[in-house]
């Protein structure tokens, strides 16, 4: 073995050791890190011309990180309120069934209706009775629960301090992916060992499912929230805060979706106000999903993924399943980027073997 080999086995052995260690290093930050990314390509545009007003790239990404923080943070301040409100309102509702009896109403009924009876014949030879073992039963399921929640309180306070460290180094991350991402940008693509058409190929095609991606799944998984959050408002459904935001959540899965939640809220309104404001609740999320999936997403992923439809279903789910949340822009990300990959594989290999021949 000459020398120049030696030096070029000794090179790539110890560039792919520091490359391990530093993935050992962000490891911690990947989360974060991705975020950062997602959220300097969707706000890359704006960017650019804010800084055509500004004339300074640092000012202009220091206005944009305080806008995103503004607008994470207030809105997350007045959930929380609504959301405290809205827990009280359900504590005195429980507080105020217990001081009326509506338990022991509910479980009087219970005991007297004719399922409960033929289970009190079946259990009568044994010596059991359901009323007798109710008590037993509840008991020890509210030691678990009480149990539970101990155990897990301090863990959701250390969630709470996670997350709130997370956003942090988000921003900060996000900061300065605006003020120098151009230029990380540049650098990783003259490092890619490929040819310049197959380069714009592949980053153009990344470039483009991501931003496709965030702007049709967070602009509609938005809207329908606040639609949705609207109807149950105008219907009268109680906790429409949180449910709106559980609805924007499930906007974002790609089984299930936001029906997840008026569903539920649809039966809730059948039993406790009758067929009239079910009926309404289900014709208002039925129409306005509809044309939020069938219009608005359309035109917020007008330039596309390049992606079948089918491909893309599976990049989402099996992105959620790997990756979690990160997953929904990871999955469609690694379907493009493939894609993108296999047709520069078909020009520059393909094309090589039928001249070949």
Request: proline letters at 4%.
């Amino acid at each position: 073995m000459d020398r120049e080999r030696i030096i070029q086995v000794f090179f790539f052995g110890f560039l792919a050791l520091m490359a391990y260690e530093l993935y050992v290093l962000l490891t911690p930050f990947i989360t974060p890190l991705l975020w950062a990314i997602l959220l300097a390509f969707l706000a890359h545009p704006l960017l650019i011309e804010l800084d055509h007003l500004v004339r300074r790239r640092t000012l202009s990404a220091v206005i944009i990180t305080l806008a995103v923080a503004l607008g994470v943070i207030l809105p997350a301040i007045w959930l929380s309120g609504r959301l405290a409100a809205e827990a009280q309102s359900l504590y005195a509702q429980v507080s105020t069934m217990l001081n009326d009896g509506g338990l022991g109403k509910a479980r009087d009924w219970m005991l007297h209706s004719d399922f409960i009876q033929a289970i009190n014949r079946r259990l009568a030879p044994r010596g059991l009775k359901v009323e007798d073992e109710i008590p037993k039963h509840a008991a020890a399921a509210a030691q678990v629960v009480s149990e539970y929640i101990a155990h897990n309180l301090t863990s959701a306070a250390r969630n709470v301090a996670t997350v709130v460290v997370d956003f942090g180094i988000i921003l900060l991350i996000f900061f300065y992916l605006l003020r120098d991402g151009e230029g990380y940008y540049n650098s990783l693509r003259e490092l890619t060992p490929l040819h310049e058409d197959d380069k714009k190929a592949v980053f153009e095609t990344l470039r483009t499912t991501l931003s496709s991606v965030m702007r049709g799944l967070m602009l509609t998984a938005l809207m329908q929230g606040a639609t949705i959050g609207m109807g149950l408002l105008i219907s009268g459904v109680p906790y429409w805060a949180f449910l709106a935001l559980a609805s924007a959540a499930a906007g974002l899965l790609p089984i299930g979706g936001t029906a997840l939640v008026w569903v539920p809220a649809t039966l809730y309104l059948f039993y406790t106000a009758g067929w009239g404001w079910a009926i309404f609740l289900v014709a208002w999320c039925s129409v306005s999903i509809a044309i939020i999936d069938n219009f608005i997403k359309p035109m917020a992923m007008k330039h596309g993924t390049g992606l079948p439809t089918l491909a893309l279903f599976f990049g989402i789910a099996g992105g959620l399943e790997a990756y979690g949340p990160i997953g929904l822009f990871m999955g469609p990300a690694i379907m493009s980027v493939f894609a993108a990959l296999l047709r520069v594989y078909r020009k520059t290999y393909g094309e090589s073997r039928k001249e070949a021949a």
